[in-house]
């Protein structure tokens, strides 16, 4: 599968964005979806994710502020993001994975090329 990330931009603190993630392919419903972000000088870290069946999971750092979907007709992943503070800026990346689904991110097999999310404060 092939992925394609958009929907970064710049926005002041307390904003929102909605980033989506476009697959290729037919099969895009028997993926496990999730989003990793990596802010500047630091490791890529896991931020969400969401099954094939539909169950997500949050980090401690987005929960209650962040949100995860999919539309399968539309082979479209997205992240809700509401209440935006500057330690969110990042680039963020999707990622898709047959079988895994967890938080270690090192364990998806296909990412997108990743978009730019800015907040200022």
């Known amino acids: 599968v092939q992925l394609q990330a958009s929907g970064g931009g710049l926005v002041q603190a307390g904003g929102t964005l909605r980033l989506s993630c476009a697959a290729s392919?037919?099969?895009?419903?028997?993926?496990?979806m999730a989003w990793a972000r990596q802010a500047p000088g630091k490791e890529r870290e896991f931020v969400a994710l969401?099954?094939?069946?539909?169950?997500?999971y949050y980090a401690d750092s987005v929960k209650g502020r962040f949100t995860i979907s999919r539309d399968n007709a539309k082979n479209t992943e997205y992240l809700q993001m509401d209440s935006l503070k500057p330690e969110d800026t990042a680039v963020y990346y999707c990622?898709?994975?047959?079988?895994?689904?967890?938080?270690?991110?090192?364990?998806?097999?296909?990412w997108g090329q990743g978009t730019l999310v800015t907040i200022s404060s």
């Open positions: 990622a898709a994975d047959l079988q895994y689904f967890g938080i270690n991110h090192h364990q998806y097999t296909y």
């Open positions: 392919g037919r099969t895009f419903s028997l993926y496990h």
């Open positions: 969401i099954s094939r069946t539909g169950s997500t």
